[in-house]
T-cell receptor, first 111, second 114 residues
């Protein structure tokens, strides 16, 4: 079955710097790749997603890139702010199947 | 419109007991998926229900079961509780089944087994 690996497990950056989180997936048939942000004590919320027919997608300070050949995708956050501090999860799925999540990355933005 | 509603928010149970958790999806959403979240294992898929039928199942023992009603509300049941079942149980609803696109998560039920 699908396996998703996520790195790093923790990431500390200075406010204003960029943060990059990387994920690799095993199932070459996966075609949907969302990213979720979970603040302490709250539910995971979708922040951006990408489908396999697109190589990059951007939404203000957040961007996701996908390399289907290498089977990896990354989340890029620019100009980080303290409110970006949270746990970020990547996930992958193929049509008709469940979402498989990475283990999560704890992002700390120091002000 | 109302989001995904999970009840109760918190539960404390004793080993050996059973528990039932409830999830009401967003109006119009027909698919409900359940996940177990623990610090060590992350988000693990339990099962997905669509049109009152289980469509996908994760690698959990038979003590974990669920069902979906005609109004798309779903319940999950855990029997013979073990300490290791302590976790945050999240449900997510989406318009259609599979793929995970368009998931909206509820706030979860935090289960503590003592």
């Amino acid at each position: 079955g699908e396996n998703v690996e996520q790195h790093p497990s923790t990431l500390s950056v200075q406010e204003g710097d960029s943060a990059v989180i990387k994920c690799t997936y095993s199932d070459s048939a996966s075609n949907y790749f969302p990213w979720y942000k979970q603040e302490l004590g709250k539910r995971p919320q979708l922040i951006i997603d990408i489908r396999s027919n697109v190589g990059e997608k951007k939404d203000q300070r957040i961007a996701v890139t996908l390399n289907k050949t290498a089977k990896h995708f990354s989340l890029h956050i620019t100009e980080t702010q303290p409110e970006d501090s949270a746990v970020y999860f990547c996930a992958a799925s193929r049509r008709g199947n469940k979402l498989v999540f990475g283990a999560g990355t704890i992002l700390r933005v120091k002000s | 419109k109302a989001g995904v509603t999970q009840t109760p928010r918190y539960l404390i149970k004793t080993r050996g007991q059973q528990v039932t958790l409830s999830c009401s999806p967003i109006s119009g959403h027909r698919s409900v998926s359940w996940y177990q979240q623990t610090p060590g294992q992350g988000l693990q898929f339990l099962f997905e229900y669509f049109s009152e039928t289980q469509r996908n199942k994760g690698n959990f023992p038979g003590r974990f079961s669920g069902r979906q009603f005609s109004n798309s509300r779903s319940e999950m049941n855990v029997s013979t509780l073990e300490l290791g079942d302590s976790a945050l149980y999240l449900c997510a609803s989406s318009l259609e089944r599979g793929q995970g696109a368009g998931y909206t998560f509820g706030s979860g039920t935090r289960l503590t087994v003592v």
